[in-house]
């Protein structure tokens, strides 16, 4: 059995009808007519495609634990050490998981 992070990046879907076109400005998504930011977001195809890839690349044949992004193995990783911790306990704080 393989694993892998897969990393689809930014995809503008439907779930931004939750956010007010403001927070979208705001946070630098589109601008104040409502387009997007040019080069920001993927199409839910191009989002998917790591994810396909990961599952059938004979490239990663053998391998595992690989964090994968834009359809390549990335040397950068997920976040470590540290950073990991912090993520892991504001992760079990916010679902309740006593890690004792």
Do not use: N
């Not at 930011?37 to 993927?42: I, N, Y």
């Not at 690349?57 to 053998?62: A, C, F, I, K, N």
């Amino acid at each position: 059995m393989r694993a892998f992070s897969v990393d689809p990046g930014w995809i503008r879907t439907p779930l931004q009808r939750h956010l007010t076109a403001d927070e979208m400005v705001a946070a630098g998504w589109i601008d104040a007519a409502g387009i997007p930011a040019p080069g920001l977001f993927k199409t839910p195809e191009q989002g998917a495609a790591t994810l396909a890839w990961a599952a059938a690349s004979p490239q990663l044949d053998g391998r595992g634990g690989e964090y994968c992004a834009d359809c390549r193995v990335c040397a950068a990783g997920p976040p470590r050490d540290g950073e990991a911790a912090r993520l892991w306990a504001l992760s079990a704080d916010l679902t309740g998981l006593d890690l004792d």
